[in-house]
């Protein structure tokens, strides 16, 4: 069972989030690059750019976690309830975003209009996971799981 979090701020849920996005942002940049240069199928693209955010984002809590002296397995345990509905919701915004803007997912590493797309998916998944992150620490889940932990 978990705790309610009543003092859960718009502060801590941004805070929460941007955490997730650093790594979310590594794994999906990495896998829209990956995609982009070695000419893979945009669905192909997206997939591993999928695989690579929850890597990462899931990855960068155990660091933390693990600091703690938890086991690896505990600390895979904490990554996947504190993580995975933010990265779940961060992954669907921001490959929505990138797949729905016209020319996108074909344009080159090189192009303004891939960056450029990149940037605003991204950003579109913050605002959009801030309230949710707000939502699950208030009722202590997500983020509030790792709090005991660092």
């Known amino acids: 069972m978990t705790t309610s979090q009543p003092g859960a701020s718009w502060t801590t849920a941004a805070r929460a989030t941007l955490h997730c996005l650093t790594g979310c942002a590594i794994g999906e940049v990495l896998g829209l690059v990956l995609g982009t240069a070695f000419g ?12 690579l955010a929850f ?17 690896p397995a505990a600390a895979f345990k904490i990554a996947l309830a504190a993580d995975t509905v933010s990265i779940a919701v961060m992954e669907i915004v921001d490959n929505t975003v990138v797949v729905a803007i016209p ?7 090189s192009s303004a209009l891939f960056w450029l797309s990149l940037v605003l998916s991204l950003a579109g998944a913050f605002v959009i996971t801030v309230p949710v992150n707000k939502w699950m ?10 709090h005991g932990h660092h």
């Open 55 to 71: 890597g990462f984002g899931y990855g960068l809590t155990m660091r933390g976690v693990l600091k703690s002296g938890l086991a």
């Open 40 to 51: 893979l199928p945009n669905a192909a693209t997206v997939v591993v750019s999928i695989v």
């Open 103 to 109: 020319g996108a997912m074909d344009a080159g590493l």
């Open 137 to 146: 620490i208030g009722r202590g889940r997500g983020h509030a799981v790792v």
